[in-house]
């Protein structure tokens, strides 16, 4: 089983829309959770954390449920510099930062 | 402040031959990190260095691969010899603290093709 799950998509929605990403992890030593931004052909950059309590960064909003083992990430007010690949990562306190990715959700934002 | 830099950008090889690839992390990161992600399927983590140490190996898919860091400053990937299932996106990554705190930054990536 994928350390990490998520669906692959794509999303296409148009600008102003809110979208909405999932992922389940399956190890439950996890202990940070991260969403990552990766354009095309570009190096992935850390777009949050996520923290147990959910937490907020302008249009974006991270989720965690260590209950059920799911991340989600929500987009407000879509724009078209929104069109990324989004990743959701993990990683277990234990082995120092190593991460786990999942395969990403590609999003397109269309005018 | 510079970023993670990698070299080359991208490299296409024969199978059977000898590729390196280099990594340079943020100056000061004792942590750096390689990476790789083949065609469709997810980035997965090869090993992770504190300073000149390899803390964890444990992703190196074989002993064809064997990773160095020096002095603890730069990093280098030897693939020796290439198959055809090495190729993929060999990203390199650095953070200043290693228990999953700190934020990774990560380099460009290097493109690898084995023909």
């Known amino acids: 089983r994928k350390e990490v799950e998520q669906d692959p998509g794509p999303f296409n929605v148009p600008e102003g829309a809110t979208v909405a990403f999932n992922c389940t992890y399956s190890?439950?030593?996890?202990?940070?959770f991260f969403w990552y931004r990766q354009d095309c052909r570009k190096e992935p950059k850390l777009l949050m954390s996520v923290y147990s309590s959910g937490n907020e960064d302008g249009r974006f909003t991270a989720q965690l449920n260590r209950a059920s083992q799911y991340i989600s990430l929500l987009i407000r007010d879509s724009k078209l510099s929104d069109s990324a690949t989004y990743l959701c990562v993990v990683s277990r306190g234990s082995t120092l930062g190593r991460l786990y990715f999942g395969r990403g959700t590609q999003l397109t934002v269309w005018p | 402040e510079a970023g993670v830099t990698q070299f080359p950008s991208h490299s296409v090889i024969e199978k059977g031959q000898t590729v390196t690839l280099r990594c340079d992390p943020i100056s000061g990161h004792d942590n750096l990190y390689w990476y790789r992600r083949v065609m469709g399927k997810e980035i997965k983590f090869l090993l992770h260095?504190?300073?000149?140490?390899?803390?964890?190996e444990s992703g190196m898919p074989n002993n064809r691969f064997l990773a160095e860091r020096t002095g603890g400053t730069y990093s280098t990937l030897k693939v020796q010899p290439a198959e055809l299932e090495d190729s993929g996106v060999y990203f390199c990554a650095s953070s200043q603290v290693g228990t999953g705190e700190g934020e990774q930054f990560f380099g460009p990536g290097t493109r690898l093709t084995v023909l």
């Open positions: 190890n439950s030593a996890s202990q940070s």
């Open positions: 260095f504190v300073k000149e140490s390899k803390q964890d």
